[in-house]
């Protein structure tokens, strides 16, 4: 254990920290539409017993894996156990395909955030906008280039703590401007049939790709499965309590994932009453709808700019974590510099980033699976990659380590409530349940079952 590793100074420190790598895109652009695509009030309902199940057991493990090793992923799995440092392999494979398509959405939010300051927030209301501005070739190729551009800056100069600074302002702004977008939003003509929709469980919605779609979803919003939290871990004091840390980021990231489907969901029944089209529009759902809410506003100009602003920040945090990791491992893998590791991550982000922003337009017609790029890339990262990693952490906690390890980590900082919820669930409930999620991704693939 290296023993000048730095620590975050208490547990509010921590909590944020891991916070502001949890909270973004993942919270205010994918749940709304993944919520809206997979049944509504069956999807939250779905996603919140994983969260506090499955989310909670495999966050406490990961935190636990880091603050016992005081290493990130590569190097704690191997310090655990010799046989199981594939894993850390695999989990930093994930970041690698998240971090480009990643920045095509930032690119998005960029593009968005000056359409809105530069007073043409109303043309973005207008139908088909959203449609026509991701199929161009050259413009959000443009945005994208501009967005890893300056998350490339901030690594490179190692100044993220600025950044953090920053959004620990912005962020408690970001969630009460949510609050008010969504009392606004709920309270528009037709808007509660929309309401009703998202909050009230329709069972006859349900089905295997709800959960397929929220599991995903746990892993990529609590940045679950790919060494992330592992690192964070490391870096935790161990007179923190870790059981009422993981509650507190679980609380505030499904907290503002709900508040930004209430923002999102109710707009589209007042816009266009709930037709199934416009529920399953998919990654351009936050786009389409919050525009029109905004247009409907008096000064809804400067909400725009304010939510896009704030949204920018969220995701910029995000992404700087992704890239800092992936940094990170390129350096102490490859014993290669900080500024070479950089210049490789950005390569692969062009690589992998152009083709995702094309997909939406010039490209469409070159299909991996029948999906285009950015969604294979999202498939295999969330519903493939990330559950393998899980399952076998599962596994190697549950039957090797023993759940125990886990549990005395846990109990150094405070006492653990919930280690026979744990240990049921690491032993048993979690892995059957990403067998079958494992079985449903592969049917999805090869298209027996539709996402
Ligand atoms: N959890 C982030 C989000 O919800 C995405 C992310 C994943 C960020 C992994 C960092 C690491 O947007």
């Known amino acids: 254990m290296s023993k000048n590793r730095s620590s975050f100074t208490g547990k509010l420190g921590f909590v944020l920290a891991a916070a502001g790598s949890a909270v973004g895109l993942g919270n205010i652009w994918r749940f709304p539409y993944l919520a809206a695509k997979y049944g509504g009030g069956i999807f939250l309902l779905t996603y919140i017993i994983l969260a506090v199940t499955f989310g909670f057991t495999l966050m ?30 695999i989990a930093s494979v994930v970041p690698i395909i998240i971090l480009p398509y990643y920045c095509v959405i930032g690119g998005w939010v960029m593009k968005y ?17 959203f449609d026509s501005f991701i199929a161009d070739p050259v413009e959000p190729i443009g945005w994208f280039l501009l967005y890893l551009a300056f998350t490339a800056v901030v690594v490179f100069l190692g100044v993220e703590k600025g950044i953090e600074k920053v959004s620990k302002i912005m962020m408690p702004v970001l969630v009460v ?10 309270t528009l003509d037709g808007a509660w049939q929309g309401v009703i929709y998202y909050i009230k469980p329709d069972f006859s919605n ?58 999102v969901i109710p707009a589209v ?11 399953g529009k998919g990654p351009g759902l936050m786009f389409v709808t919050l525009p029109k809410v905004f247009d409907t506003i008096t000064g809804g100009t400067f909400v725009g700019i304010l ?51 094309l997909g939406n337009g010039l490209w469409n017609g070159i299909r991996i699976l029948n ?24 596994i190697f906690i549950g039957y090797f380590i ?4 886990i549990i005395e980590e846990a109990e150094i900082g405070g006492k653990f409530k919930n280690k026979a919820l744990f240990t049921v669930v690491i032993k048993f409930i979690a892995p059957v349940c990403i067998v079958l999620i494992l079985i449903s991704s592969v049917l999805v693939a090869f298209g027996i079952m539709k996402i």
């Open 269 to 279: 029944f007042a816009f266009s009453a709930g037709d199934p089209e416009a529920l």
């Open 177 to 186: 401007l949510t609050i008010i977008i969504a009392i606004y939003t709920v």
């Open 60 to 89: 406490v493990a990961e935190i636990a894996i880091g603050r016992k090793t005081g290493l990130s992923a590569i190097g704690a799995y191997k310090a655990l156990d010799k046989r199981f440092s594939f894993v850390g392999y």
């Open 371 to 394: 999906m285009d790029f950015l969604t294979f890339f999202d498939f295999a990262s969330n519903s493939v990659l990330m559950p393998i990693a899980a399952l076998i952490t599962c």
């Open 402 to 405: 023993k759940p125990k390890t």
């Open 307 to 357: 939510f896009f602003l704030l949204v920018l920040f969220a995701a910029l945090t995000s992404s700087i974590s992704l890239m800092e990791t992936i940094v990170s491992i390129f350096t102490d893998k490859f014993k290669i510099k900080r500024r070479t590791a950089c210049l490789a991550v950005i390569a692969i982000c062009l690589l992998l980033g152009i083709p995702s922003s």
């Open 206 to 263: 349900f089905s295997a790709t709800t959960v397929l779609a929220a599991m995903g979803q746990l892993f990529y919003s609590m940045s679950l499965s790919m060494g992330i939290m592992i690192t964070y871990g490391s870096y935790m004091k161990k007179d923190v309590c870790l059981e009422s840390s993981v509650r507190q980021i679980e609380v505030f990231d499904t907290g503002i994932a709900f508040l930004a489907g209430l923002m």
């Open 113 to 129: 955030f000056t359409v809105f300051i530069t007073g043409a927030g109303h043309s973005a209301a207008l139908d088909n906008y």
